[in-house]
């Protein structure tokens, strides 16, 4: 098909992780030098564009760096989002890294070994395979202002910052094994090769975030694979964290070190962006971890489906805090809701495809709302609560559509 051949991978051949499939023995690997590099290799070059992939305005909605994916790209598509349809977020431009330089540098007082590792010695590891959405916390946002007539800065992502893909990569948890991670160590800071990120005038240094130890030692890869390929550049090659359930933000792109420190560590990307801030949150803000719970028509905004026939309409729910268990529907602006069928895989942490049959009857303009509850419990309220920011919109989504005669 035509579109499977826009991600544009073909003519950037690298060298294919394959032969890591086999569990190899554990690589030697360089100890980092007792004064660690100052900074990453110098000179990455950055591609013509922010985001090296093209984005058919058919599948995506272009915001300056950052596209999202539009839902009906995704129907008929299978359970993972394909490469060329995933949703790109940058905070400033996709950086062309070359694997046969690339390295990945572990270091802090919370290591006893800290290593400097090659493309080679990540793939010759161990490695483990996992379905896992990455979305981001700012996802929904536009219906902040469309549904609850609040407007706030930031990209008005309507439902399409999230994807799901079967990533490929080393756990974590291994690579803090290897460099000795102590146990009085506290938090684990990966930070990306894009060039440094400027709000304002104000320099907020290299993309990077914090994550408590306990989460790194749990189910966090190294991932260098995105459904069966290298990752794209776009998508953080030749590395990038996938951090399951929490804020896509977590998950570090082009990894270029890991910070490892038996104190409190902090970036601006925990304390002043991705928090919630505002009435009902505790002074200074809370932090964003596991994402809400959301669902999606496949359907474009506002379509156009002929009266008297069946449709099938389908969809996806998800939610950083667990399996979905149940999927609602309401064809009647939510006056009265039909169960969803739910087949098919559903694994926490990634999403759960559903269907309902419709056939409507009367021409003119319907709303469709979908509604979604995981396995804590947690549900999709009729309205979002309000943070400064505009995350974690997890209130039901008003979809338009014209029924035509
Ligand atoms: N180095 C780096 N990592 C990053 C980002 C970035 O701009 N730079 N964006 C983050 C955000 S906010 C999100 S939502 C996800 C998006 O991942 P994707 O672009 O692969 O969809 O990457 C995260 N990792
Ligand atoms: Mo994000």
């Known amino acids: 098909m035509e579109l499977e051949d826009r991600t544009g991978e073909a003519t950037r051949t690298r060298p294919a992780p394959g032969h890591a499939r086999s569990a ?14 100052a900074e990453a290799p110098a000179a990455i070059p950055a ?35 394909p490469n060329d349809r995933f949703f790109v977020r940058n905070h400033t431009a996709t950086p062309l890294i070359d694997a046969r330089t690339w390295r990945l540098r572990l270091h802090g007082d919370g290591l006893r070994a800290p290593r400097t590792l090659t493309y080679e010695d990540l793939l010759a590891l161990p490695a483990t395979t996992a379905d896992v959405a990455i979305e981001c916390a700012g996802n929904g946002r536009a219906f902040f202002d ?29 690579l803090l094994d290897l460099a000795g991670v102590r146990a009085d160590a506290v938090d684990v800071m990966p930070r990306g090769l894009d060039p440094v990120y400027v709000e304002d005038g104000v320099d907020h240094g290299h993309v990077r975030r914090p994550l408590p130890v306990a989460k790194a030692l749990s189910d966090v890869l190294v991932a260098y694979e995105m459904n069966d390929r290298p990752l794209p550049p776009d998508h953080g090659f030749p590395a990038r964290l996938v951090v399951p359930g929490w804020s896509g933000v977590a998950s570090i792109k082009w990894l270029g070190d890991i910070e490892v420190a038996t104190t409190a560590l902090s970036s601006p990307w925990n304390t002043r962006f991705y928090r919630m801030f505002g009435p009902g949150h505790p002074p200074g803000g809370a932090p964003l971890s596991d994402q809400v719970v959301k669902s999606a028509f496949e359907l474009p905004w506002g379509a156009t489906l002929r009266a008297g026939r069946q449709h099938i309409l389908r969809g996806r729910s998800w939610s950083g805090g667990g399996r979905v268990v149940r999927v609602e529907v309401s064809v009647d602006g939510g006056l009265s809701w039909q169960r969803a069928e739910t087949r098919g895989p559903r694994p926490a942490r990634a999403w759960a495809p559903w269907h309902l049959a419709w056939v409507p009857r009367r021409p003119g303009a319907h ?32 979809h338009p559509v014209t029924v035509i005669p």
């Open 24 to 37: 190899a023995p554990v690589p030697r690997m360089r100890r980092a030098p007792s004064a660690p590099p």
């Open 47 to 81: 591609a013509p564009g922010p985001i090296v992939k093209p984005l058919p305005p058919d599948l995506f909605i272009t915001y300056g760096s950052s596209a999202e994916t539009r839902w009906e790209a995704m129907h008929g598509q299978g359970y993972h989002t």
């Open 367 to 398: 709303i469709l709302m979908a509604r979604a509850v995981d396995e804590t419990g947690a549900t999709q309220p009729a309205r979002a609560r309000f943070n400064m920011l505009g995350y974690h919109f997890d209130g039901v989504v008003q």
């Open 146 to 174: 469309l549904q609850q007539d609040q407007r706030m800065a930031g990209i008005p992502w309507r439902l399409g910052a999230i994807g799901v893909a079967r990533w490929r990569g080393v756990p974590l948890s291994t």
